[in-house]
């Protein structure tokens, strides 16, 4: 009698389209392509000191409704233009979502909004979104948490961040050395930094890892390590880590590594204390030390919709504009934070 040893708690493998269909399917245009690449381009230029103006990368806590998502996308590319001397300004575009225990994974895992979890439609639906923000000349910005998906978006992407959850996690430290854009580490969930220096510097390195081709065939992927990695403190363990001492601590542990302008806050998570109105005056402080001559802050991160706060995914029917998982600011207090920024500095 044969003894089943392996995939006994596996109940379905369904196949899903190579890379390569899904790219073909939903190709990039010329334009999208020059907003990427200007994104990209940008973003390198502002971690290595050639650019001075802040980054500021805002948008929904998760995508997961496209015509809500392409509003908030075309009132950006217009403030964008606002602002485009002092600021680079980036979307936030959040398709997967780490969760502590269970919840909704995300528009990709589930674009219904179901539990169907329609993955095939959710790669689908992400590149389409995608494809939509770049075309109005908007970078966007996203966390990436399963290895495979970068095959089928990352050419849409400006800068990627790898959550507080996976940073200490080889397989993501990996992915990084091998992605084509600037890549943000978060500090660890406790706070500590450790755990995203540790990160940095082995995203910079060259790796062999398993992954898969743009055929979707199971390969060796081989990388050459990314040069752009970075640090992004988002709070943690009950306390903010966005004061100017938290940043000249940091400063001193990435010159160590020979960085010297590799910091962006996260005003949300922690250093809001989880609370959507705390954001500004993270902000605030942040810009502060900008315009005092801090060299070592190059960007920031707000959680921002077209409506303030947060609903149950459960609410029949949704909010119009307004975030499924962490609270958001509202656009209004959003464009205001960003003149006043683009205002006050030099």
Request: charged residues 20%; contains cysteine.
């Amino acid at each position: 009698m044969s003894r089943q040893t392996t995939n006994v708690r596996v109940t379905q493998f369904e196949p899903i389209p190579s890379p390569e269909s899904i790219l073909g399917a939903y190709p990039i245009t010329e334009k999208a392509a020059e907003t990427v690449l200007q994104g990209r381009s940008e973003l390198r230029k502002a971690l290595s000191g050639e650019d001075q103006r802040l980054v500021v990368i805002t948008g929904p806590c998760s995508i997961h409704d496209p015509k809500s998502a392409l509003e908030y996308a075309e009132k950006l590319a217009e403030l964008r233009k606002k602002v485009a001397d002092k600021l680079i300004v980036v979307m936030r575009v959040y398709f997967e979502k780490p969760r502590t225990t269970v919840g909704w994974k995300g528009l990709i895992n589930d674009p219904h909004l179901d539990n169907s979890t329609d993955i095939k439609s959710g790669l689908k639906v992400a590149r389409e979104i995608l494809l939509s923000i770049n075309e109005l000349g908007v970078p966007c910005a996203t966390e990436f948490l399963d290895p495979i998906v970068p095959q089928y978006i990352s050419d849409l992407i400006s800068w990627s961040a790898i959550g507080a959850r996976t940073t200490e996690s080889q397989t993501h430290r990996q992915m990084a050395s091998g992605l084509s854009m600037p890549v943000g580490f978060k500090n660890a969930t406790d706070g500590s930094m450790d755990v995203a220096l540790h990160a940095m510097i082995s995203a910079r390195q060259g790796h062999a890892f398993v992954g898969i081709d743009m055929q979707g065939r199971t390969s060796v992927v081989r990388t050459s390590g990314n040069e752009f990695v970075h640090l992004v403190l988002r709070g943690g363990g009950g306390k903010p880590n966005y004061s100017r001492a938290d940043i000249a601590y940091a400063k001193v542990l990435l010159e160590e590594m020979g960085d010297s302008r590799s910091i962006m806050v996260d005003c949300s998570h922690g250093n809001s204390n989880k609370d959507h109105r705390n954001q500004p005056k993270v902000f605030e402080a942040v810009l502060k030390q900008a315009t005092a001559g801090e060299k070592a802050i190059f960007g920031v991160m707000l959680e921002s919709h077209l409506v303030a706060g947060k609903q149950s995914i459960n609410n029949s029917p949704l909010t119009y504009g307004q975030s499924i998982t962490d609270a958001c600011m509202d656009w209004q207090t959003t464009e205001s934070l960003l003149l006043t920024a683009a205002d006050k500095l030099v």
